[in-house]
C-alpha cells in the first residue's frame, strides 16, 4: 500500500468520524411531513388523536380497518337497499390530507348511507364523484392566507374562532344544495367561507369537512385547539363508528433490499459516505495506477536495408561489373530526372550541360564520362580497383 493511498483512507476516516460527531450533537430535526399517520408523533400525524378517540367520541364504538371501504362493508352498492348483504350500522369516518377513496368505495359508503347510516369524510378535497352526486362544487381561495381561523355554525357550542396557522388549507364549499345541505362551520376568506356541511342523502347523512389539520398531533396539543376538533366531532351520531386507517397505519413496506438501512438515518449516512469513498478511492487509483503505454517503434526504410543486402551479396560474390553497371545506371538515372539530359550519348555536349546545369567541376564530370566510357569499350572483367574509381568519380559529382 503506497503512502498516498494511506493518506486518502487516514482522511476518508477522519471524514467519517466527524460527521458521526456532528451528527450525534446536532438537533433532530423536526419532520413537517403530512403522513396523517396515526403511528406518527410528527406533528402532522395523528398519534394523539389515535389515542384519544375514545374520548373525544365518549361512549362510542370504535372500529378501526385498513382496507378498502369496499372491500370492508362487503356490499353491492348496485343493488337495492333491502337486498343488500350489508348489516353494519353507525358512521363511516375518513380523516386524510387528500382522499383517496376510488370511485367503488364511494358506491359503497353511499350505499351504506343511503340505509340510514352517515359518513363524516374531514379532507382538503373531496372526490368529484361524490360532490356530483350531492350537488355540491368546491372552490379555493384565490388569495391565500397564512393563517385561516374556524369555527363551528351552531353558537350552543360557543362562538369563538380557533385560529390554524400551520398546514390550513384555503379549500372550501362554494356551491350546495340548500334543500338538501346544513351548514354547520365556516372559516374566514374573503367572507365567510362554509367548511362544514352536512348533507342529507337518501335515508342518511354526510358529513364534509375541509380541514383535516385540526385532527393532527400539532393542533391537539396547541392551545385550545382540540376544542374545535370536540366541537366537529361532536356532529358525528351516536353508535358505532367505523374507521378507515386505510394507508395511514404506518405500515407501508419499502421492496427495496436496502429499506431497512434507508429507513435508519445513521445507516443511511454510513452507506452514502461509503459510496462517496469507493468512488473517490477509484478515482485516485484510476489515475495513479494506468496500465503502461506501450512505445511503438518507427517504421525502418527497408528499401535501404535491401538495397546494402544486394550490394553486400554482389561485392561478396567478386562480381564487380555488374556493381558498375548498376551504379552507372542509377547515376545516369538520376542526371536525366534532376537535370533533364539526354544520356544516350556521353560526349563532350553532355559534358558541357551537366556542368552548366549542375555547377559541379568540368574537371570531376570529365574525368566520370571518360571512366564510363572507357568502362563500357573494355572487354576485360573489372577488378576492384576499377569499381572504386568509378564509384569515387560518379559520388563526386552526385554529393
Known sequence: MGKTLKIYIFLLAVLLVAIVVI???????????????????????????????????????IEKFSNTPYEYFDSDPYLDTLISSNKKKGTFVSISKISNLDDQSINTICSFVRQGNSAFISSETIPNSLLDSLNLVMDSEYKYSDSIYNWVANKKLGTQKYKIIEGVNNNYFSKIDTLNTTVLGYQNGDSARVNFIKVKYKNGDFYLHTQPVAFTNFHLLKGNHHEYAEKVLSYIPKGNVFWSIKDQNGEVISNSPMRYILSQPALRWAWYIFLIGMLVFIFFNAKRKQRVVPIIKPLTNTTVDFTKTIGNLYYQEGDHNNIIDKKIIYFLEKIRNEYLIDTNKLDDDFIKKLHHKSGKDLASIQNAVYLINLYRKSNYLSVESDLIHINAAIEKILN
Request: glycine residues 6%; charged residues 25%.
Open 23 to 61: 451528527d450525534i450533537n446536532r438537533p433532530k430535526p423536526i419532520d413537517w411531513t403530512p403522513t396523517y399517520s396515526i403511528k406518527d408523533k410528527i406533528p402532522y400525524g395523528m398519534y394523539v388523536f389515535d389515542n384519544e378517540i375514545g374520548s373525544l367520541l365518549k361512549n362510542q364504538s
